[in-house]
């Protein structure tokens, strides 16, 4: 499967996947800021070049965001993919275990008609949105 590097930084990478049109970024470590905003920036910029539906997160290495970038994510960021088609995201995190704000978050999305699934492995995460339809 092709993919496309569209950032890569110390804190973050993001790349493309054009037949299939997923954007999917990995989280080198704790990223908050500019560059937490610039990566989801990136995203979205390919959400809106190419009208994709399906975004990976690979946030294993990121153990919190700051309530700040949550707040900008969800009113900034979340518009700008949702206004494209968004409709699946694969969010991979070190665990997978019920996660009370994470759970939260999945409802949220759900009721907006975004299907979220939770992964430990990438590579079943991209697999899972490759199905998607």
């Known amino acids: 499967m092709h ?3 569209i950032l890569d930084h110390d804190q973050s990478t993001v790349w493309f996947y054009p037949e299939e049109k997923i954007v999917h ?3 080198k470590g704790n990223i908050n800021g500019d560059a937490f905003q610039n990566t989801l ?3 979205a910029e390919i959400f809106e070049a190419y009208r994709c539906q399906k975004y990976l997160s690979d946030d294993r290495l990121n153990t919190g965001v700051d ?5 900008w ?3 900034e960021w979340n518009p700008r993919v949702l206004a494209c088609g968004w409709r699946f995201w694969a ?3 070190s665990s997978t275990e019920s996660d009370p704000e994470m759970d939260k978050v999945i ?5 907006i008609n975004l299907k979220v699934q939770l992964f430990e492995d990438p590579t079943e995460a991209l697999e899972w949105l490759k199905q998607q339809n």
């Open 3 to 5: 993919k496309e590097t």
């Open 73 to 75: 994510a969800i009113s």
């Open 91 to 93: 969010i991979v995190k």
């Open 41 to 43: 920036n990136a995203s």
């Open 25 to 27: 970024h990995q989280f």
């Open 67 to 71: 309530q700040a970038d949550v707040q």
């Open 107 to 111: 409802e949220a999305y759900e009721r």
